[in-house]
């Protein structure tokens, strides 16, 4: 990031193209926030994030919230969620699942952000007569 930017994920700073420390989840609702401010204080030019969860995690909800309330309009794949409110819960295939945030200010052009949400995969399997092949 510039100078001067920063990126925060649940209160702690991020390096820019580095994971995040570990989030804990667990059964049930875990809120984090995802903060990105640029020098001096700018709205950023980051438009694609990206998370994942483990197979366990089936369904995941997000919270956007407004630095504004009242003036912007937030749709998350297509539907109206107010700034501060849970969308429903969006159930998630194993592997990615892209989710769209388009944030609308009332006196700009609208923003869109995409967060590609991977659900880790079904361990494949290989069936016991199976020959097994090494690279060289």
Do not use: K
């Amino acid at each position: 990031m510039p100078d001067g930017s920063t990126i925060t994920v649940d209160g702690s700073e991020v390096i820019s193209g580095a994971a995040s420390s570990p989030l804990a989840l667990s059964p049930g609702s875990r809120d984090f926030d995802v903060v990105v401010v640029a020098a001096g204080g700018e709205t950023t030019a980051t438009t694609s994030y990206g998370m994942g969860f483990p197979l366990a995690t089936s369904t995941m909800a997000s919270i956007p919230t407004s630095f504004t309330p009242g003036r912007a309009s937030i749709t998350v794949d297509g539907a109206v969620v107010p700034s501060g409110t849970s969308t429903t819960a969006t159930a998630l295939d194993a592997g990615e699942n892209p989710i769209s945030i388009v944030v609308t200010p009332n006196t700009r052009p609208p923003a869109t952000y995409d967060v590609g949400v991977l659900r880790q995969s079904l361990p494949r399997s290989c069936p016991a007569n199976a020959q097994h092949m090494v690279a060289a």
